[in-house]
């Protein structure tokens, strides 16, 4: 695209993973010093959808790519509009809930993450990227209403 950045120059698609585990806790990265936007801020994580490429095949090879897991992506939770003004950005953020099925995650691109962890639903960290707190109240009600 000659010089042109997705979700700065036109429109990007970034890939949200809700990852949870057995105990029903959630898996979250900060975001680095060199994050596109949001830096410092926690996530459910993910990344851009290449051209080409499925949304599921993105979002698994990003996880790889990041953390070093293989996960199995289930099913779409939402899609948000990502629109950042202040740093003049705009992205479309399908996210979906996975699981991994092979290894235990590490932070392999230490300059877009900072630190990672497993979460409660209860126990959050309060510094929540924009996409993140949307999809969090979303999950949360997905939670409630799968309950007998």
């Known amino acids: 695209m000659n010089g042109m950045r997705r979700g700065i120059d036109y429109i990007g698609v970034g890939v949200g993973a809700i990852i ?3 105990a029903g806790r959630v898996f979250l990265a900060q975001r680095g010093p060199k994050a596109k936007n949001e830096r410092g801020l926690w996530e ?4 851009s959808v ?9 979002l698994a090879r990003e996880i790889r790519e990041e953390y070093g897991v293989t996960i199995d992506v289930g099913d779409m939770l939402t899609v948000t509009d990502h629109i950042l003004p202040e740093e003049k ?6 996210s979906f809930i996975c699981r991994i099925t092979e290894g235990e995650p590490v932070i392999l691109e230490p300059e877009k993450c900072s630190a990672i962890g497993w979460f409660a639903l209860d126990d959050m960290p309060a ?10 109240e979303l999950y949360r009600e997905y939670v409630q209403s799968r309950k007998p």
């Not at 510094?127 to 969090?136: F, N, R, S």
């Open 20 to 22: 949870v585990d057995d």
């Open 44 to 47: 459910f994580p993910g990344g």
């Open 50 to 58: 290449e051209f080409g490429e499925t949304l599921r095949d993105a």
């Open 89 to 94: 950005q705009h992205w479309v953020s399908p």
């Open 127 to 136: 510094a929540l990227t924009q996409v993140t707190q949307h999809d969090l």
